[in-house]
T-cell receptor, first 112, second 116 residues
Framework: SQQGEEDPQALSIQEGENATMNCSYK?????LQWYRQNSGRGLVHLIL?????REKHSGRLRVTLDTSKKSSSLLITASRAADTASYFC????????????FGTGTLLAVQP | GAGVSQTPSNKVTEKGKYVELRCDPI?????LYWYRQSLGQGPEFLIY????????DSGLPNDRFFAVRPEGSVSTLKIQRTERGDSAVYLC??????????????FGPGTRLTVL
């Protein structure tokens, strides 16, 4: 079953603009990860944030985590056409198992 | 280096047939995972191997689904008496298998299964 939902379901922006995607989850976690999926490269790991972290940066990516609200956001700055893809959050609670529980995804289209 | 590979990339079968999907993990990765992704959805966990044993098979939907990893490397997902609802992309991932901490999973390109 899915862990939670992401919004928006779809997002269309112009190249150079910022894109923000949100993710909500249901259970306790050790970390939350963001993945990108497109037809050319499959599912690719982008960034991981641990449950005791509130914000993390990697290049043009910024992730926040609010464990009290069970939510996370992914910000992509200065978007490029190559950022066009589906983005998924996934939670992990490795106390019991290393499995990832994915959200429903946001489809991002960056118009050149 | 080589990533996770999956064969076949596409499989079309008829309802009621048996299928096998193969996954070759990254060399040295002790953990292997199978996920299933339906159109417009995120991947859903099926089963997780640590070495040769299934550490968590809680995601297998019913007893028609079975997976093995006899030598702790290649894994095969087996589906008996396929149903149209089994149509999906089956994804395999592998990781180093580090316990007690984050352990990045690397995904293969998937096998698209279509049951007619």
């Amino acid at each position: 079953s899915q862990q939670g939902e992401e919004d928006p379901q779809a997002l269309s922006i112009q190249e150079g603009e910022n894109a923000t995607m949100n993710c909500s989850y249901k259970t306790s976690i050790n970390n939350l990860q963001w993945y990108r999926q497109n037809s050319g490269r499959g599912l690719v790991h982008l960034i991981l944030i641990r449950s005791n972290e509130r914000e993390k940066h990697s290049g043009r990516l910024r992730v926040t985590l609010d464990t009290s609200k069970k939510s996370s956001s992914l910000l992509i700055t200065a978007s490029r056409a190559a950022d066009t893809a589906s983005y998924f959050c996934a939670t992990q609670n490795w106390g019991a198992t290393n499995k990832l529980i994915f959200g429903t995804g946001t489809l991002l289209a960056v118009q050149p | 280096g080589a990533g996770v590979s999956q064969t076949p990339s596409n499989k079309v079968t008829e309802k009621g047939k048996y299928v096998e999907l193969r996954c070759d993990p990254i060399s040295g990765h002790t953990a292997l995972y199978w996920y299933r992704q339906s159109l417009g959805q995120g991947p859903e966990f099926l089963i997780y191997f640590q070495g040769t044993g299934a550490a968590d098979d809680s995601g297998l939907p019913n007893d028609r689904f079975f997976a093995v990893r006899p030598e702790g490397s290649v894994s095969t997902l087996k589906i008996q008496r396929t149903e149209r609802g089994d149509s999906a992309v089956y994804l395999c991932a592998s990781s180093l298998g580090t316990s007690g901490g984050p352990d990045t999973q690397y995904f293969g390109p998937g096998t698209r299964l279509t049951v007619l």
